[in-house]
């Protein structure tokens, strides 16, 4: 099966931008960004269907984060714009081999592949 590897995280204060990378070892249906702040269940950020680059957001983001992909690269990026504190968590891409219903659903249950994780900090 695919495995995932997230990089870009770090450290920046509120109101600036980091870029999200998420190498995946072969192509999938889905991926999508989750995060995960302490003591917090995971929620998902956004998802991509690769073959048609249909996206979907969760409202917390919708605005200011942005996916995309290289799929030459076998790469979706997560553009994080106009940050605030609220947005610290660990990020993490999942990948999902078929479609999801409703699909605009974050449901981590049903993604099969999980990366290892991006810190990201936003401090205010």
């Known amino acids: 099966q695919v495995q995932l590897v997230e990089s870009g995280g770090g450290s920046v204060q509120a109101g600036g931008s980091l870029r999200l990378s998420c190498a995946a070892s072969?192509?999938?249906?889905?991926i999508a960004w989750f995060r995960q702040a302490p003591g917090k269940e995971r929620e998902g950020v956004t998802a991509?269907?690769?073959?048609?680059?249909?996206?979907y957001y969760d409202g917390s983001v919708k605005g200011r984060f942005t996916i995309s992909q290289d799929n030459a690269k076998n790469t979706v990026y997560l553009q994080m714009d106009s940050l605030k504190p609220d947005d610290s968590a660990m990020y993490y891409c999942?990948?999902?081999?078929?479609?999801?219903?409703?699909?605009?659903?974050?449901?981590?249950?049903?993604?099969?592949?999980w990366g290892q994780g991006t810190q990201v900090a936003v401090s205010s």
């Open positions: 991509i269907i690769t073959r048609s680059g249909t996206t």
């Open positions: 999942a990948a999902r081999p078929g479609p999801l219903v409703p699909p605009g659903a974050f449901i981590p249950a049903q993604y099969n592949v």
């Open positions: 072969g192509s999938t249906y889905r």
